[in-house]
């Protein structure tokens, strides 16, 4: 019974009113279901308003797929409609206490000059720093507790995520994209991407690969059980991903507390919140905008 | 016998000139004596005796200065125009040496547009461990957005550049590889020209090797895989004149026969990129950037920058422009590479590398870390990655507490150093400032290469950067310094190695594309610099009838209201004063800026003679020169600069909206000027129509007309109507029609009829009572004078039509947003 899959329909929403006309338009969306093992796409249609002049699918350098497109002709608002119908699989039972120690893992993540394996190059992509996460020596100092020598890697990386659980407080409007992550870090206070990113420069301060991962939680109980109480679910949310051997990658939410399983739909990862943001553009004209985003995740009754 | 003679005039001449053992030197051997190939430069410098040098070293200095050659240092309080030093005596290399150098060169440009290639690709090289991934994917200039693009012509690397000293043991060494966007080509070329007028013929007999056709073949490589070549167009993207090398952008472009274009110039559509033209939208090709990768697109690149060129990456990822360098090749500039480069020259092509580089240590390795720290001492610390600011240090020059912070810091972020061996640059004879002595310096060289169909060809020269006193050697021009020319002798005065080089001027076929920016500078460059004659005009008038009370009231009334002279200081003072805000010192600012914004498209003489009159005032200012002498030199000096605008400029579209910019800027100012004088229909007092014929640079004309002295009417005649005085208004609004007419783009909707009905109400204006003192006569002036405020308003309605009709735009708001 606790692996059956589930399905959903997501919604999402964006939507700028211009104060003047823009003029030209170009955009970048992120916003279609990445292809996994666990997950996989019923159907997904993006509909944008004004009809874009110039439209090109793809995917980005991190795997995941990318809409990039232009609006040429003048006007005062764009929307931009996501729908999809996505089954999210059961992921394999994982034993934090199987993974390697995590100072092996950090250990066998350093140059050395012999050939890696694949698994081990990907992981040292997400290793280093990045726009949005620095890696200072106070992240260092923050989660040095977590890391015992010895521990298994994924222990580790869980016990981490309790103490961000446990000392934040999420606190929408505090932060912004560009607040810097160390006054995060001391404030205690942010939303889902800024656990994520505050995790992410923790573990990388460690020596250890993470990723950031953006998708949807579920917004509703499913039939017959109680009201959840996640965090983060009438927005786009994130988490992030870390490297477990023998494991390979394991998705945790340090938002919720929780390791990521069927309640989350994912679309995207890469370093930091800045190669996966969901609509990212540059707009000729248009004086100030108003932008809503609206996101529901409605688990469907289909048995897969 | 007369062997012995000349050497030992050779030692006295050179007596002030000493090697260092511990160094190599270039002119000298080690047995004290000059070296063959700078023999024959030698004794033509001892031909020529004290004083010519003297006067060779003055001349160069002259010539770097009134070309505005200049290297802007971030933070100088100097401002963005300070003069960079050139040692007019060359760097000489024998053709052997240089075969050497240049088949080094070639090895690495390729390897390194390989390595490009590999890194934006499959990243084979990260994975059988021959460069660490922390060096890559640690690097903030590994653009993964540019991860699977493809150049369309599989270059990466157009134009390379490497640096190089020499070690006491005579061999060169490589010190840092320039991928990005290098600096210098250009310098290297005005380095060249001006040596050659310094020491004309001499770089001929000596068989001085020309460096022009590495510009040429810049330019053809650029182009050379577009699919319609003769149509094809290449521009040269810059940052802007607050770059520090934004002279260089300027001069490559003009040499190089390409448009200089900001990112607001170019647009994208579709999966092409345009550069907005007068005429409308053009395709570009081809981009010769010197503006740094990550700035280039702020929709999937830095989302900070304001100026790039959004859309740019899907253009290139369409295969669609060629970008030099490609967007992404700034990774490889670290100094933490060079240690792994002799390992991947063997994985990739199986050969050595020529050119070996500077011992390097990257301290993310334990083994290297621990030998670095332990030898902190004779080492070079450098930061592996351009986002930390980490000024490189000489450890040996720390004390041993910093060294010992220093040493924590290697251990704390061990991957985010690295470390070189500290190398004692060779030395070089250069003139000591000033002197006819000759003083040695430490030099290194930067050398270049570009793509071509052929494979890579290197310049036969370059640029030596020499240290600014003797004693130092790190050389770089953002810590002062100099350069020099690099004279690479082919050992033949005929030149045979550079006969496929062809005069770049046959190459170089004119062209109309005119972006929409350089038009409104060109339009703003009219307006400025008659602004600043009109306003000097006024002055000098002013100031000349300072004793007589009863018109200097009135006279300077005009100024002060026209914000030219502050209402409290002493004028005279006011004159100079930058802060005034309409005031003539902060005209000729905006002259110069407009003029540095529109330099692509003035001439040497025209540009040099902008800086002598922007000398020449402040000078005046510095020594408070009388100021009806200042101005009388001023204009003058405004008049030259007009001149050129005549006799220099190519008469397109461009030229045309300069002469607008000049037309209706004389219009706006003589009718406001007018309009003013006789505003509630004031009676002017006969000194006051002196004073205003000579405003209006008419007292002559009107002197031989009429013989008497002057009246209001046929002053307004002559000033206003006579469309045969150059200096009337009726002159410039015939000008006006004229050159919107010849405008091969017209402002449409009848814009160019925007003046007649201002010009009507000002032609029906009854003259006769103007010198009338009845209330008749104040009625016609007081009308006339509302006829002018009209016509001045209709002439800045123009203004706008034009700028709408032809400007870039560039005031509009760019912005990048998210959610």
């Known amino acids: 019974m606790s692996d059956t899959p589930y399905r959903y329909r997501v919604r999402h929403l964006t939507r700028y009113v211009y104060g003047g006309e823009v003029v030209h338009s170009h955009q970048v969306l992120r916003l279609s279901p990445r292809a996994m093992p666990h997950q996989t796409t019923v159907s997904h249609e993006v509909v944008v308003t004004p009809q874009p002049a110039f439209r090109v699918d793809g995917q980005d350098a991190f795997g995941n797929p990318v809409t990039r497109l232009q609006i040429d002709l003048p006007h005062d608002s764009l929307s931009v409609d996501s729908h999809m119908d996505v089954t999210v699989y059961a992921r394999p039972a994982r034993d934090a206490a199987d993974s390697l120690p995590w100072n092996q893992v950090a250990e066998q993540l350093v140059y050395a000059p012999h050939a890696l394996d694949a698994e081990d190059l990907e992981a040292r992509r997400y290793r280093s720093e990045s726009p949005y996460v620095r890696v200072k020596q106070e992240f260092s100092r923050y989660a040095a507790s977590c890391f015992t020598p010895g521990r298994p890697v994924l222990a580790a990386a869980e016990a981490l995520m309790h103490k961000i659980f446990a000392d934040f407080t999420y606190a929408p409007g505090v932060t912004q994209i560009a607040t810097p992550l160390l006054e995060v870090l001391r404030g205690r206070r942010g939303v889902c991407q800024d656990y994520a990113h505050v995790m992410i420069a923790c573990l990388r301060s460690q020596g250890l690969a993470a990723r950031y991962v953006s998708g949807y939680l579920r917004t509703l109980p499913r039939e017959g059980e109680p009201r959840s109480d996640l965090v983060g679910a009438d927005a786009s949310h994130a988490w992030v991903a870390v490297y477990a051997p023998p494991f390979g990658w394991v998705a945790l939410d340090p938002t919720n507390d929780l390791r990521v399983g069927r309640d989350h739909v994912t679309i995207a990862w890469g370093r930091d919140f800045g190669d996966v943001s969901p609509l990212r553009g540059v707009i000729l004209g248009g004086g100030e905008h108003e932008l809503s985003v609206n996101v529901s995740v409605q688990p469907l009754l289909h048995k897969a | ?819």
């Open chain 2, 1 to 819: 016998m007369a062997k012995r003679a000349e050497q030992t005039r050779d030692r006295r001449w050179l007596s002030a000139y000493a090697a260092d053992p511990g160094r190599y030197d270039e002119l000298l051997a080690t047995d004290g004596k000059v070296r063959p190939h700078w023999e024959p430069l030698v004794s033509r410098l001892l031909a020529e005796g004290a004083d010519t040098t003297r006067r060779s070293v003055e001349l160069a200095r002259r010539l770097v200065v009134e070309n505005g050659v200049t290297y802007n240092v971030y933070a100088d309080p100097q401002g963005r125009d300070r003069p960079w030093a050139l040692d007019p005596l060359p760097l000489l290399l024998s053709g052997s040496e240089w075969r050497q150098i240049e088949a080094g060169v070639l090895q690495r440009a390729s390897l390194l547009n390989s390595v490009l290639a590999d890194l934006y690709g499959p990243q084979e090289l990260i994975a059988d461990g021959s460069i660490p991934p922390e060096l890559v994917f640690g690097h903030p200039n590994y653009l993964w957005p540019c991860r699977g693009t493809r150049p369309r012509d599989g270059t990466w690397l157009h134009l390379y550049a490497v640096d190089l000293a020499r070690g006491p043991d005579g061999r060169w060494w490589v010190l840092g590889d320039r991928t990005q966007a290098p600096s210098g080509p250009g310098y290297a070329l005005e380095n060249r020209q001006i040596v050659s007028r310094v020491y004309p013929e001499v770089a001929k007999d000596l068989g001085v090797r020309a460096i022009g056709g590495f510009f040429a073949g810049l330019r053809a490589s650029l182009l050379a895989n577009s699919e319609s070549a003769d149509v094809a167009l290449a521009v040269v993207l810059t940052p802007g004149p607050f770059n520090e090398t934004y002279f260089e952008h300027a001069y490559l472009a003009r040499h190089l026969g390409l448009p200089l274009v900001e990112g607001n110039d170019l647009t994208v559509r579709g999966d092409t990129v345009y550069l907005k033209t007068l005429a409308g939208l053009r395709r570009v090709h081809a981009i010769l950037r010197r503006l740094d990768d990550d700035y280039c697109d702020p929709v999937e690149l830095r989302a900070d920058s304001a100026l790039g060129v959004p859309g740019l990456l899907g253009v290139v990822r369409a295969g669609r422009v060629v970008l030099a360098n490609a967007l992404g090749s700034g990774v490889i500039e670290s100094a933490a590479l060079l240690g792994f480069l002799p390992g991947v020259a063997e994985r990739m092509l199986g050969e050595k590398l020529a050119l070996p580089s500077v011992a390097t240590w990257w301290c993310g390795e334990q083994p290297a870390l621990d030998y670095v720290v332990e030898h902190l001492d004779s080492l070079v610390i450098k930061g592996a990655f351009p986002n930390q600011r980490f000024e490189p240090v000489f450890a040996g020059d720390l004390s041993a507490t910093e060294r010992e912070v220093l040493a924590q810091r290697l251990r704390a972020r061990p991957y985010a150093y690295v470390a070189q061996e500290r190398v004692q640059f060779s030395q070089a004879p250069s003139w000591r400032g000033g002197s006819a002595s000759l003083g040695a310096r430490s030099v290194g060289m930067r050398a270049y290469a570009i793509a071509t169909p052929q494979g890579y060809k290197v310049m036969p020269g370059g640029m030596a950067r020499i240290a600014s006193d003797a004693a130092v050697d790190v050389v770089s021009s953002q810590r002062g310094g100099g350069s020099k020319d690099i004279w690479v002798l082919s050992g033949n005065a005929q030149n045979d190695e550079d006969q496929d080089e062809q005069p770049l001027a046959v190459l170089t076929v004119p062209r109309d594309e005119l972006p929409s920016s350089l038009v409104e500078n060109l339009f703003w460059l009219g307006r400025y610099a008659e602004r600043c004659e009109d306003k000097t005009r006024l002055l000098r008038a002013t100031f000349a009838v300072r004793p007589d009370p009863g018109i200097w009231k009135p006279a300077l009334a005009s100024c002060r209201s026209l914000g030219l002279l502050d209402e409290v200081k002493e004028p005279s003072e006011s004159l100079f004063d930058a802060e005034q805000a309409l005031g003539l010192a902060a005209d000729l600012g905006r002259l110069a800026w407009a003029a540095t914004r529109s330099r692509s498209r003035l001439s040497a003489e025209h540009w040099r003679s902008l800086n002598v009159l922007q000398r020449q005032f402040h000078e005046a200012d510095a020594a408070r020169t009388d100021p009806r002498e200042t101005l009388d030199r001023l204009l003058l000096g405004i008049a030259a600069f007009a001149g050129f605008t005549l006799d220099d400029m190519t008469q397109d579209d461009g030229w045309r909206l300069l002469m607008l910019g000049r037309q209706l800027e004389r219009i706006q100012f003589l009718s406001s000027l007018l309009a003013q004088r006789l505003a509630g229909g004031r009676r002017l007092l006969r000194g006051e129509l002196d004073w205003l014929l000579d405003v209006g640079g008419s007292t002559i004309t009107y002197r031989t007309r009429y013989m008497a002295a002057p009246r209001l009417t046929p002053t307004v005649q002559l000033l206003v109507f006579d469309e045969s005085n150059p200096r009337a208004l009726a002159f410039h609004w015939r000008g006006v029609q004229r050159t919107l007419s010849k405008l091969s783009v017209s402002l449409g909707g009848g814009g160019e009829d925007v003046l007649v009905d201002a010009l009507r109400v000002l032609f029906a204006a009854d003259l006769l009572p103007l010198d009338q003192t009845n209330a008749a006569g104040t009625r016609a002036r007081a009308n006339f004078a509302e006829a002018l405020v009209n016509l001045n308003f209709e002439a800045g309605r123009l203004c706008d039509r034009l700028s709408m009709r032809h400007f870039s735009h560039t005031g509009m708001d760019v912005r990048t947003v998210a959610a």
